[in-house]
């Protein structure tokens, strides 16, 4: 399984975007990024799922280089609430084994 | 569909004695998964079930450990003979485990605290 890179912590402001970047140099072809969000005591949640280029749901949007060696979760004017941690996986899209790193622990300020 | 439940969300019991803990998946979710997660780290794979058949359990799982699901409805997880690095988050999660772009998204429990004593 691909090795995952993320900066342990990150603050913003309210209104702001937030872009979180994520290493995996070692990504397999058949890989794919996916990215989950956890609150304190709760367990983590889906948020966004892709291979290639760009994603884009109803919360974040995804970006992938070419060569997907990296990519970056964009939160777009984050609130108080999007305050959580933010972890980056990589591995087959129907991985059982999914390998959570530390993530990335999201502070947003008012 | 009510999501993914555990039961009890909080464990304290005394080292050495046997705990159990209950999830129960969403409905129809042939995929279940057990994830352990201590302060500060992420979830660490467990188990993982397909329907009611155990396929894939981590290296770094004690033996006394071990998991059930009967029917391929809800799960237990068992942990004999607690040991004070025991003491995490216990959490459940289920997918749907179809074909296709976050297909197999997996959905989360509120997870088991425990506290071994």
């Known amino acids: 399984l691909a090795k995952t890179t993320q900066p342990i912590s990150m603050d913003s402001y309210e209104g702001q975007e937030v872009n979180i970047t994520c290493s995996h140099n070692?990504?397999?072809?058949?890989?794919?990024i996916t990215w989950y969000q956890q609150f304190p005591s709760q367990g983590p949640r889906f948020i966004i799922q892709?291979?290639?280029t760009k994603v884009t749901n109803e919360v974040a949007s995804l970006f992938i280089p070419a060569d997907r060696k990296s990519s970056t979760l964009s939160l777009p004017r984050v609130s108080l609430s999007d305050t959580a941690v933010y972890y980056c996986?990589?591995?087959?899209?129907?991985?059982?084994?999914?390998?959570f790193g530390a993530g990335t622990r999201l502070t947003v300020k008012p | 569909d009510t999501g993914v439940s555990q039961d009890p969300r909080h464990k304290i019991t005394k080292r050495g004695q046997n705990v159990t803990f209950r999830c129960d998946p969403i409905?129809?979710?042939?995929?279940l998964y057990w994830y352990r997660q201590t302060l500060g780290q992420g979830p660490e794979f467990l188990t993982y079930?397909?329907?009611?058949?155990?396929?894939?359990k981590s290296r770094l799982l004690s033996d006394r450990f071990s998991a059930e699901r009967p029917k391929g409805s809800f799960s237990t997880l068992e942990i004999q003979r607690t040991e004070q690095g025991d003491s995490a988050m216990y959490l459940c999660?289920?997918?749907?485990?179809?074909?296709?772009?976050?297909?197999?998204?997996?959905?989360f429990g509120p997870g088991t605290r425990l506290t071994v004593t």
């Open positions: 999660a289920s997918s749907p485990g179809t074909k296709g772009l976050n297909g197999y998204e997996q959905y």
């Open positions: 070692n990504i397999a072809t058949n890989d794919y």
């Open positions: 892709g291979y290639k």
């Open positions: 996986l990589v591995g087959l899209y129907n991985n059982n084994d999914m390998r």
């Open positions: 409905s129809e979710h042939n995929r």
């Open positions: 079930f397909q329907n009611e058949a155990q396929l894939e």
